[in-house]
């Protein structure tokens, strides 16, 4: 059974950093690209950041320059590092493996980890 555990989430006030981490389970990890995407209120979920297998990652432009996504295929466990955070970065983020070759999410959606952009 796939699991896909997100946290690393909280409140942070504008330019501030948080660091998100994915713990996967139930796959052969590192065969996997793996995406983070986000959903805030009243908006479809989106990708933001992208690492292939082989670790070459693609950003959202909207994040390019502020979040890099690493992974630790020993841990089975992708990362986000986030600076610069902006309110409009605030939503639950979430981390999936990507069908191949697309960006379109593997497996079922874990819980996510909320983050909060606010002073």
């Known amino acids: 059974q796939v699991q896909l555990v997100e946290s690393g989430g909280g409140l942070v006030q504008p330019g501030g950093s948080l660091r998100l981490s994915c713990a996967a389970s139930?796959?052969?990890?590192?065969?996997?690209?793996m995406g983070w995407y986000r959903q805030a209120p009243g908006k479809q979920r989106e990708l933001v950041a992208r690492?292939?297998?082989?670790?070459?990652?693609v950003y959202a432009d909207s994040v390019k320059g502020r979040f890099t996504i690493s992974r630790d295929n020993a841990k089975n466990s992708v990362y986000l590092q986030m600076n610069s955070l902006k309110p409009e970065d605030a939503a639950v983020y979430y981390c999936?493996?990507?069908?191949?070759?697309?960006?379109?999410?593997?497996?079922?959606w874990g819980q996510g980890t909320q983050v909060t952009v606010s002073s």
């Open positions: 999936n493996a990507l069908r191949g070759g697309t960006v379109v999410a593997e497996f079922s």
């Open positions: 139930g796959i052969i990890f590192r065969i996997y690209a």
């Open positions: 690492i292939t297998s082989g670790g070459s990652t």
